[in-house]
Structure formats: structure tokens, C-alpha cells
């Protein structure tokens, strides 16, 4: 599931080129970075956990404000970000959850037969069907 959120950068007010960083959409969902780069990083890892342990909870993800509906203050800028949650759940992910499958004995022969992980694929597809149905 691929998800894109905007964020809210505020230069740190010591000059010395970083940013905090915070999500309107992710309450209490906040970082920052030494420079942009680092700050970019740092808010779609903050994120990504933010969601996650929203879905792992059995939530749904948040639906992302429009761009321009966000407000900011002087010397700030809105800046989207983007978010891969499958990747970020295989590298980071806890929980999972046992679930039990019927399947015909034609199609268990042909999975055998090909080395399927019929979990895999469930998996794959499930997630592609959240992603459209978010959008």
C-alpha cells in the first residue's frame, strides 16, 4: 500500500539548517532533521510507524488533507510525503495474523507443483485491494 501525506517543515530556529517536522493528519506524529535530507527521512520513517501501528491495531490509515487546505505559519512550508507501507511492514512489521484457507485440491496440487506461497499471494493481493480502495 503506497500512501502520500503532507507534512509541515519548520526551520529550527537556531539557523541551523534543519527542520522539525510534523503531519496534520498523524496526531503527535512528529520529527525532524539536521538538513532537508535527513528530515525528508526521518518523517516518512516517523510515518510509516505512525501507520503502522495504526493498521496493526486493526485501524484504518487516515485520509491525507489536500495540499492546499493546509495552513502554515511564516518561515514554514508544506511539503508531501510519501509512504510505502509494504515495504516498511516487511522490514518493521510485528503482527501477524493466522488466517485459514479452502482452496480447491486441483489448485493445491498446481501451488505445490510451483512452490506458491498461496500466503504470499493473499498478501499481495489484499494489499493491492486496501490501496484502491483508499484512493
Given at each position: 500500500m503506497k500512501l502520500v501525506y503532507p507534512a509541515i517543515f519548520t526551520p529550527y530556529e537556531d539557523g541551523s539548517g534543519g527542520y522539525a517536522v510534523e503531519f496534520p493528519d498523524l496526531p503527535g506524529c512528529v520529527t525532524g532533521g539536521d538538513d532537508m535530507a535527513e528530515a525528508i527521512f526521518m518523517a516518512e520513517d516517523a510515518a510509516?510507524?505512525?501507520?503502522?501501528?495504526?493498521?496493526?491495531e486493526g485501524k484504518k490509515a487516515p485520509k491525507a488533507s489536500e495540499f492546499g487546505s493546509i495552513n502554515t505559519e511564516p518561515g514554514q512550508f508544506v511539503n508531501l510525503v510519501a509512504l510505502d507501507m509494504d515495504a516498511y511492514a516487511e522490514k518493521y512489521g510485528s503482527k501477524a495474523v493466522k488466517k485459514t484457507l479452502t482452496i480447491p485440491a486441483w489448485l493445491n496440487t498446481y501451488v505445490e507443483e510451483n512452490n506458491i506461497s498461496c500466503s504470499a499471494v493473499l498478501q499481495e493481493t489484499l494489499s493491492k485491494m486496501a490501496q484502491s480502495s483508499m484512493q
Open positions: 510509516s510507524g505512525w501507520v503502522l501501528t495504526e493498521l496493526e
